[in-house]
């Protein structure tokens, strides 16, 4: 985050040299979103089925490699609201990552890592680890939908692993 005139300056110079040094943008997206089907799995076999929505701003080097942010919102099921009344049946997760993306015609692969908190009533900060494939055609599909993927992420917790797999496309504007 640009907290200071010196870290404006900072932001300034590196852009000034990445311009110069010919990798200047090919495309910058602010418009570029994703929905998908997400199926959770945690180490103790529990699972949850249910959608995301994220806007995926991305900063294109090249025609073949990027850099996406995926900034996510869903709604699991809480698994442990079963055996309590005082703890919410559903709640809101966020998800922030930054995934480096390299395409080879169609095909495109990425891997990054972020956080993601859980507002279970204890708002759970956990480190991510995702990873991408899909296909993006050269012509949007239907005029909207620019790719089709499917990912993995697994979130550590302190006393388990969660494995999420999502299934969804790319909506750019």
Known sequence: MIRSSRHWVEAAI???ILAQSGLAPADVSLTSFEVAQVTTVQS???F???GEVSWNPTYNFTEAF???SDLGVSVLKNVAAEDSEDTPRYFPTLSAELLLSASFAAIFAEAG???SVWLDGKSTRVPSLSANVGW???KPLIGLIDRLFVGFTMLRFDSETTRALKIGSGIRF
């Open 14 to 16: 590196c852009l000034t």
């Open 44 to 46: 103790s076999r529990a």
């Open 48 to 50: 949850v089925a249910t």
């Open 66 to 68: 990027a850099v996406r």
């Open 113 to 115: 890592g972020g956080v």
């Open 136 to 138: 993006a055609p050269h």
